[in-house]
């Protein structure tokens, strides 16, 4: 079966720190990935998704990258961390086509002090 | 722009009631509908799937059924029980790799 890992849990960073969130999916190949953030009684917005290794398409210009080193690995980065960037990251595999079904990771609280 | 409602935002219930959740889309041109739990603090866990070619899906005392004309679909949670308790997030699957999602209703069983 296939399982999808996130971590960490919990990340408390001061401004102007690195960011590397890391998400790993078991069991399936060539996944759609998806990195999304979800602020406090708000839906969840989309960040980055990923088609294929080293393809990276961003739907919100931020102060955050992604990357996708390996068919089943998605990394969501930043060089300089911001207040504004405080929130629950949640990462996401699909299974692509028509009939796609999405499956989340834990999450990852994210607080930037 | 698509948009996601979802209704009611909040709801309390004692046990036992069946309950109906409700999430509608600006515009009906959804290939298909996924219906989530998500627990405080937790990530999403899928609940059902309505593909393209179905109109409804059923798991245990959950149901939900999609309306595509209408651009709505209904969760249904028969006989509900505390464990139920977290908030229920519908997103529907526009094309172009998107998913859209609601904002969610946030449920509360009481014993």
């Known amino acids: 079966s296939q399982t999808i890992h996130q971590w960490p849990a919990t990340l408390v960073q001061p401004v102007g720190s690195p960011l590397s969130l890391e998400c790993t999916v078991e069991?399936?190949?060539?996944?759609?990935l998806y990195w999304y953030r979800q602020a406090a009684g708000r839906g969840l917005q989309l960040l980055f998704y990923?088609?294929?290794?080293?393809?990276i398409s961003s739907e919100v210009p931020q102060n955050l990258s992604a990357s996708r080193p390996q068919d089943r690995q998605f990394i969501l980065s930043s060089k300089k961390l911001l207040l504004s960037d405080s929130g629950f990251y949640l990462c996401?595999?699909?299974?692509?086509?028509?009939?796609?079904?999405?499956?989340f990771g834990q999450g990852t609280r994210l607080t930037v002090v | 722009k698509q948009e996601v409602t979802q209704i009611p935002a909040a709801l309390s219930v004692p046990e036992g009631e069946n309950l109906v959740l409700n999430c509608s889309f600006t515009?009906?041109?959804?290939?298909?509908l996924q219906w989530f739990r998500q627990d405080p603090g937790k990530g999403l866990t899928s609940l059902l799937l309505?593909?393209?070619?179905?109109r409804e899906q059923t798991s245990g005392r959950l149901n939900a059924s999609l309306d595509k004309s209408s651009g709505r679909s209904t969760l249904y949670i028969a006989a509900s029980q505390p464990g139920d308790s977290a908030t229920y997030l519908c997103?529907?699957?526009?094309?172009?790799?998107?998913?859209?999602f609601g904002t969610g209703t946030r449920l509360k069983v009481l014993a």
């Open positions: 996401a595999w699909a299974t692509g086509g028509w009939n796609t079904e999405a499956f």
């Open positions: 069991g399936t190949s060539n996944p759609n």
């Open positions: 990923s088609v294929g290794i080293g393809q």
């Open positions: 515009d009906s041109a959804i290939y298909n």
């Open positions: 309505i593909q393209s070619s179905q």
């Open positions: 997103a529907g699957y526009s094309g172009a790799y998107k998913y859209i």
